[in-house]
């Protein structure tokens, strides 16, 4: 239980980790956790969430180096074009785009900002164009601090017990609860 300062300072709970602001996904509700045992599950859930996505979506991918972010990016991608398409990281492009056959018209844009300096040099690479048309999967999402869209999907990946453990930490805006839930994923 937070517990006042005598002294009128802040108020603090022993064990509450503060993360600073930026890195912290705002704006959007907790809707579950999931264990993904190896890269099949995450690339499951990739599916499931694909499955379910529309234009104008934004699906921050959350988690340090190695978590899985491009795993899920790939899979998705792959679920929404063919299963074969060449999905590379977009470590050094930064942005890569896939023309999806429906809804026609409409690009998957996936971003790797890891690289990128600030939030303006982020939101070049083509964000206007991926809000208005698009769906976007961002890798280091935090890269756009509050420029990030508040309407979105929050996947945060985390290394698990063994090697090929994950787990992923699914939070979204409302409108995505109900879609999860038809997706089977709340
Ligand atoms: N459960 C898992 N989900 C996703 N990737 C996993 C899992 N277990 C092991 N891996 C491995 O971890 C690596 C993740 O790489 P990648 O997706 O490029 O990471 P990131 O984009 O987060 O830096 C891949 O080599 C993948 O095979
Ligand atoms: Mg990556």
Not at 63 to 74: D, E, N, S
Not at 133 to 148: A, C, K, N, T
Request: aromatic share 6%.
């Amino acid at each position: 239980m937070a517990a006042p300062a005598p002294d009128g300072g802040p108020i603090t709970t022993p064990g509450l980790r503060i993360m600073p602001l930026g890195t912290m996904p705002l704006g959007t509700m907790p809707l579950g956790t999931m264990l993904l045992p190896d890269p099949a599950a995450t690339e499951a859930l990739a599916e499931r969430i694909a499955a379910v996505a529309v234009r104008h979506d934004v699906i921050a991918l959350w988690g340090g180096l190695g978590t899985g972010k491009t795993v899920f990016a790939r899979a998705f991608i792959r679920a929404r074009t063919n299963r074969n398409e060449e999905v590379p990281s977009p470590t050094f492009t930064l942005v890569q785009t896939y023309p999806v056959p429906s809804p026609p018209g409409c690009l998957i844009y996936h971003f790797d900002l890891y690289r990128v300096e600030g939030p303006e040099e982020a939101w070049d690479l083509g964000f206007d164009e991926a809000l208005a048309d698009g769906v976007s999967l961002i890798e280091w999402p935090d890269r756009l601090g509050s420029l990030l869209p508040q309407d979105r999907l929050d996947i945060r990946l985390e290394r698990g017990a063994t090697a090929t453990c994950r787990t992923a930490t699914v939070s979204g805006s409302p409108g995505w609860q109900s879609r999860l839930r038809e997706a089977g994923l709340a």
